[in-house]
């Protein structure tokens, strides 16, 4: 049986106003099931078995019951409905929060259809089969994700795709000297410093660990401080020392504990950059 089966008919009694149920719920679950013959203002049984039921509580002065009963009825229909309506409801949310964005990643441009919600990260990893960025925490404290915008580092995790149309976004699969590296040679000098000091183990956390090291030495060369510039009293164009290093690489976690070796293929990369 419907739980709307108890709907007053146009000939009871109105409770107090306070006490009905409101009209917006009455309306939801109403035109969610119209058509269908259970509701009891088209059933003349149902109708005649709750006018009967009025009046005896009006006698004993218990419609404030009928009432709690009626609002817990109202609310079982609403949740069934949101139980049962749910799928629709998805389904138009889909629809509604889809659009068109255009990225250019590594050079390459692409328009793609997405949810206007998803992150850069699930983007490049989901729809343009650049899965060489890490997803590690999803929450912006890993640095598995790290891409590059416009050169600059960001945890593409915490980025939505549409905030990025427009940039130029450079990945790990970006930063080689060519398209299909076969040699060490064809390398960054950041991804070739990571292989030759043996800079990762597992080698998860390392696309996002060389993509950061690449901005850490622009960064450097360019004059950028970190709080350990102000500490050491290196404020004009401070050396990357390798206390520089651990904390403008500190956003990147490392679960292996490969740090000393990262440290050191980002000193040797350094070096060789200014060389
Ligand atoms: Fe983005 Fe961890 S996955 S910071
Ligand atoms: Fe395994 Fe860094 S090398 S997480």
Known sequence: MSPYANKPTSGEPTPDASESVPDDISSFTSSSQSGESTCGALNPELDAGHSEEFGELERHGLLTELSRRRFIQASSAAAAFLAFGQPLLAGAQETVNAGSVTLKVNGQSQTLELDTRISL????????????????????????????????????????????????????????????????????????????????????CTPGQIISATATITEQQKGELSIVSWQSGQIDRPELSDDEIRERMSGNICRCGAYPNIVAAVRAAAKGASA
């Not at 915008?149 to 939505?160: A, D």
């Open 121 to 204: 990260l699930d983007a490049l990893r989901e729809h343009m089969d650049l899965t060489g960025t890490k997803k590690g925490c999803d929450h912006g404290q890993c640095g598995a994700c790290t891409v590059l915008i416009e050169g600059r580092r960001v945890n593409s995790c915490l980025m939505l795709a549409f905030a990025a149309e427009g940039a130029e976004i450079t990945t790990i699969e970006g930063l080689a000297k060519t398209s299909d590296p076969k040699a060490i040679e064809d390398l960054s000098p950041v991804q070739a410093a990571f292989l030759t000091h043996d800079g990762y183990q597992c080698g998860y």
